[in-house]
């Protein structure tokens, strides 16, 4: 889709993700690591727990099929070599605290003055500006900003942070949404993409705290409109089951022959007034879903239109039949890491969906091409680095 | 500057949170999206979370900047209409399940075989394809098989728990958008739009790559891990007082962990001089320092961090997202005027751009106020037509 764009990445794990689904869409990506390599290549989980600079797992999933060179942009010709490079890119992403590009002599202005159309996002904790800019934001404080912890986890037990570094995906979602708009309407923006705000965008919690009045506080998995909406137990596992309509709930009584009497009170038929009453109905629910397996349930209950799926393991979720036969997974081939599958774009494109990203690139393993590109010859290479340039 | 997608025009058939959260965020940056529902049981669903199905907040907030038009597809006519409108549009979404629109006569074979420019999305919970593909699914149901419920929770607990969030639906409300303008990127080159099949579930599995890649490399069985890090110590979020209030701090170096001592009046431990005797000795730390914020007000432990460069945040409720300074500088809340239900504050967009780009919040229409300028204006109908398809409840 994005063939003949191409971006530098210059970011942390708070922004790599942005890169990622860039990649998975076809444009050239680029990662622009300090010498020493990016620490991301340091962070596990590692292949076969064995940590080394190209074992590491996360750094394969969020850099795969992106190129690498190697530049240390705080020495002048490092510095000059990066413009040039700019001068050639559509994109650039970076992740560093407010005020650090400019400090390198890469600011917005003078990244701007060499290339009138790039597009530059940069990928914070707290935005550009704002009296907490410079503050500190790894991952579990923007989903707690955000507000998503205060929604999250079991009411007895302290918030819960989703799993992963969901802050700075979302964050990452929303700035590679900006940079293809900013491709669409002709490039020469700079994007200020905030990890608390975008995280605060889900769930209407704003709205809902400042003009409804309504103080949603953690309550597990249960829906806040509807119930049963909520995990519920069987034999061999756990269930989501959803009940939202009328005619739903009275096909969910249908198929429970000895549910309790009270249960067909008229008045449960709209989904708040159940949502009311969950002291009722969910310990009720909970004593037949308990006498079936997952997969009687969600088989009897989507027969008859009902929305309940397992509550998979990440293992369960990759064995589905659906997933495979959807080829979420795909193969890549990588010197370091040997043949594996990988999760591939969450989209088919006129039927097929895209081909799993790559392998991640061997620290430096794009300087020859891409600094050729620049026109430096072998030998310049040796030179810069041996000077500790890349 | 003009807003990004100005002139591309969007059909949006979708109802509940996830389609038009898509629709909404291409009407925020400038394209002009028809969402199509009809009184003859084609509301939207969450017009129904409001005193009327012109005062849902819920409603007004998802579907914002979109325009209305009302047509039944119950009735040939009506799908005619659609299918007019297609062909002077960009983009058609659907959140059906898979073959409605097909059984319609408006899959995408219908709608493109005259107009292989037009990009069309659909976005079924489980995909449009596959032994599942016909499972009605909500939100909080995909998230359950995805595996992301079963990892959102503390360690070792043998039930599962998960949060109150719909989280795909609103991944949907970026992800989508993010295809259609890459679509669009694409046209640019080829002049052929794209058929876009989004299964939503895909999008909360692949917001778990790694630890997908740790089960599929090394054959790992993942488990949650909760507020704990590999990566930080001390990392987990600590009661302070006051009504179930938190603060989550994350201490990355010695020198952080020196100001967190200093602040929290700790006496100097060497167990916890190095992040390898911080990480083992986590759990006596954690209660070291929530002896310490279970003292003190949220805000003031997070500020005091921070001021010393330690990582710290307010575990924040709605309440606190309305009132925090930060969104107060940058802008971020939004205030929407309604014609019924007055000024709301909401959620803004989370991205600054250096020009523009995007329109003001706008509340939707009632119901069918476009109705009149697609049929006469665009589509070029008369006036008697329209009105004989009113009567008739085509245009209904």
């Not at chain 2, 890459?182 to 917001?207: E, K, N």
């Not at chain 2, 100001?259 to 006496?267: D, H």
């Not at chain 2, 209660?287 to 945040?313: C, K, Y």
């Amino acid at each position: 889709m994005l063939a003949g764009l191409t971006a530098l990445d210059l970011s942390g794990l708070q922004g790599q993700f942005a890169g990622r689904i860039l990649a998975d869409l076809g444009m050239r990506v680029i990662k622009v690591e300090p010498t020493g390599g990016d620490p991301a290549r340091g962070v596990g989980p590692f292949a076969d727990d064995l940590p080394g600079r190209e074992r590491s797992l996360r750094f394969a999933f969020l850099n795969g099929g992106k190129e690498s060179v190697t530049l240390d942009v705080a020495t002048a010709d490092g510095r000059a070599l990066f413009l040039e490079l700019a001068g050639r890119a559509d994109v650039m992403i970076e992740s560093f605290a407010p005020g650090r590009l400019a400090e390198l002599g890469l600011g917005w202005e003078t990244l701007h003055e060499r290339n009138p159309g790039l597009i530059l996002a940069s990928i914070t904790g707290f935005g550009q500006y704002g009296p907490r800019a410079g503050w500190k934001a790894p991952d579990i404080v923007g989903v707690a900003t955000g507000g998503l912890m205060y929604i999250s986890g079991d009411p007895e037990l302290p918030p819960v942070r989703p799993p992963e570094t969901q802050g700075y995906y979302y964050a990452s979602v929303f700035a590679a949404y900006g940079i293809l708009l900013a491709l669409w309407g002709g490039g020469g923006q700079h994007i200020d993409c905030s990890m608390e705000e975008a995280v605060a965008t889900q769930e209407h919690m704003i709205r809902e705290a400042a003009f409804d009045g309504v103080a949603i506080t953690r309550n597990g998995s249960q829906h806040k409109h509807a119930a049963p909406a909520n995990i519920f137990a069987c034999k061999d596992g756990y269930v989501f089951l959803f009940v939202l309509a009328p005619p739903h709930w009275k096909a969910f009584l249908d198929v429970w022959p000895d549910h309790p009497p009270e249960l067909d009170d008229e008045a449960l038929r709209p989904p708040h007034k159940r949502r009311a009453s969950i002291d009722v109905i969910n310990p009720a629910v909970e004593e037949f879903t308990r006498r079936h397996t997952k997969a009687e349930l969600v088989e009897l209950l989507q027969g008859n239109g009902i929305p309940c799926l397992p509550v998979n393991s990440p293992s369960d979720f990759l064995a589905e039949e659906q997933i495979q036969v959807r080829e979420f997974v795909g193969p890549v081939s990588s010197p370091a890491l040997g043949d594996y599958a990988m999760p591939r774009f969450p989209a088919l494109f006129d039927g097929a969906r895209p081909p799993a990203a790559g392998a991640p690139p061997e620290l430096g393993a794009g300087n020859a091409a891409v600094y050729g590109e620049l026109g430096l010859d072998a030998a310049d290479l040796e030179l810069l680095a041996a000077r500790g340039v890349i | 500057v003009a807003s990004f997608l100005n002139g591309i025009r969007v059909i949006s058939l979708s109802t509940g949170i996830a389609g038009p959260n898509a629709a909404r965020m291409l009407a925020n940056y400038g394209a002009e999206v028809f969402k199509i529902e009809s009184r003859a049981g084609g509301l939207d669903a969450f017009r129904l979370y409001g005193d009327s199905p012109e005062a849902s907040p819920r409603f007004v907030e998802v579907n914002l900047n979109t325009r209305s038009l009302t047509l039944n597809l119950k009735h040939p006519q009506g799908v005619a209409l659609v299918k007019e409108l297609a062909a002077q549009s960009d983009v058609v979404m659907d959140n059906f399940r898979p073959g409605v629109m097909e059984r319609l006569g408006l899959g995408p074979d219908d709608l493109r075989a005259e107009h292989p420019e037009l990009i069309v999305v659909r976005m079924p919970g489980l995909g449009s394809t596959g032994p599942l593909a016909e499972y009605g699914t909500w939100g909080p149901t995909l998230t359950a098989y995805s595996g992301l419920t079963y990892l959102w929770n503390h360690p070792g607990r043998e039930r599962p728990v998960g949060s109150q969030g719909v989280y795909p639906d609103y991944l949907t409300g970026e992800m989508v958008p993010i295809a259609v303008v890459s679509a669009l990127i694409a046209r640019r080159r080829t002049g052929r739009g794209t058929v876009i099949d989004v299964a939503q579930v895909d999008l909360a599995a692949y917001m778990l790559g790694t630890i997908l890649l740790d089960v599929l490399v090394n054959d790992r069985a993942a488990e949650p891990i909760g507020n704990q890090s590999a990566h930080f110590a001390p990392h987990n979020c600590y009661p302070c007082a006051g009504d179930d209030r938190w603060c989550v701090i994350a201490v990355g170096s010695d020198a952080e962990w020196e100001e967190l001592r200093a602040l929290a009046g700790l006496e100097p431990d060497p167990r916890f001089d190095t992040f390898a005797g911080r990480l083992h000795h986590r759990a006596e730390l954690d209660e070291l320092i929530g002896a310490w914020t279970s003292r003190h007000d949220p805000f003031e432990v997070m500020n005091r961090l921070q001021e010393a460069g330690v990582a710290a945040g307010v575990v924040q409720s709605g309440a606190d997202l309305a009132a925090d300074p930060q969104f107060a500088a940058r802008g971020f809340i939004q205030t929407t005027s309604h014609r019924v239900l007055g000024d709301m504050p909401m959620a803004g967009l989370p991205l600054q751009f250096t020009n523009g780009g995007h329109e003001p919040y706008a509340s939707p229409p009632p119901l069918g106020t476009d109705n009149e300028y697609v049929i006469t204006e665009l589509l070029g109908h008369s006036r008697e037509e329209l009105e004989r398809w009113q009567r008739e409840e085509v245009v209904y």
